[in-house]
């Protein structure tokens, strides 16, 4: 996994460079969420502004546990997605894809390509379904995760809060990735 490097066109006709992230990635990482707008950064799990946050995802890389993918672009980091898998218990066949794009990146098409590799890669970790937790009003992100094979599973009502506090929904979508596969393959695309 280590080796994984692709080059990925977007529809403005950009090119990005896909790769995991590693430990030399701490400056570009810092960089890349001080860029990230306050309203995209209320849907992160952790306070991306603190150093010791991106310290330790640094320093503990484990690719079989947390998948990071980064998306760079003239020397900056321009897209952050994660596969999250567990390897026992119930949801051990199951990947939590989350996806961070940069507000000059996004509505380029960046979001669905990364999500795409993710959802590439979970088969060669085993995994049989994707699933995304995201704020029923981020259109854009639905959008992608709609063209990368996903479909809504759940609206939780009320459930989350913005960044002003107000109550707002978030919708659970999920991937199949062997019948996502058998689609592409049909329309041969795979």
Same mark, same amino acid.
């Given at each position: 996994?280590? #080796?994984?490097?692709?080059?990925? *066109?977007?529809?403005?006709?950009?090119?990005? !460079?896909?790769?995991?992230? $590693?430990?030399?990635?701490?400056? #570009?990482? @810092?960089?890349?969420?001080?860029?990230?707008?306050?309203?995209?950064?209320?849907?992160?799990?952790?306070?991306?502004?603190?150093?010791?946050?991106?310290?330790?995802?640094?320093?503990? !890389?484990?690719?079989?546990?947390?998948?990071?993918?980064?998306?760079?672009?003239?020397? #900056?980091?321009?897209?952050?997605? @994660?596969?999250?898998?567990? #390897?026992?218990?119930?949801?051990?066949?199951?990947?939590?894809?989350?996806?961070?794009? =940069?507000?000059?990146?996004?509505?380029?098409?960046?979001? @669905?390509?990364?999500?795409?590799?993710?959802?590439? *890669? =979970?088969?060669?970790?085993?995994?049989?379904?994707?699933?995304?937790? !995201?704020?029923?009003? =981020?259109?854009?992100?639905?959008? =992608?995760?709609?063209?990368?094979?996903?479909?809504?599973?759940?609206?939780?009502?009320?459930?989350?809060?913005?960044?002003?506090?107000?109550?707002?929904?978030?919708? $659970?979508?999920?991937?199949? !990735?062997?019948?996502?596969?058998?689609? *592409?393959?049909?329309?041969?695309?795979?």
């Amino acid at each position: 996994m280590e #080796k994984f490097y692709k080059e990925g *066109l977007l529809k403005d006709g950009s090119r990005v !460079i896909l790769r995991p992230m $590693v430990q030399e990635d701490r400056e #570009k990482l @810092t960089d890349f969420f001080t860029r990230v707008a306050e309203e995209d950064r209320q849907f992160l799990r952790s306070d991306v502004r603190n150093p010791a946050v991106i310290e330790h995802w640094v320093n503990n !890389i484990d690719y079989h546990k947390v998948f990071p993918l980064v998306a760079e672009a003239e020397g #900056k980091i321009v897209g952050d997605a @994660t596969l999250h898998m567990r #390897k026992t218990g119930w949801k051990r066949h199951l990947g939590n894809v989350r996806v961070v794009v =940069a507000k000059d990146y996004q509505g380029k098409g960046l979001g @669905t390509l990364l999500i795409n590799e993710l959802v590439d *890669l =979970a088969g060669e970790f085993g995994l049989e379904k994707l699933f995304a937790e !995201i704020y029923f009003n =981020a259109a854009g992100a639905l959008n =992608a995760f709609k063209r990368a094979g996903f479909g809504v599973k759940a609206v939780f009502e009320d459930l989350v809060k913005d960044i002003y506090g107000n109550n707002a929904d978030m919708v $659970v979508m999920v991937c199949d !990735i062997e019948a996502r596969r058998d689609r *592409l393959a049909a329309r041969g695309d795979a």
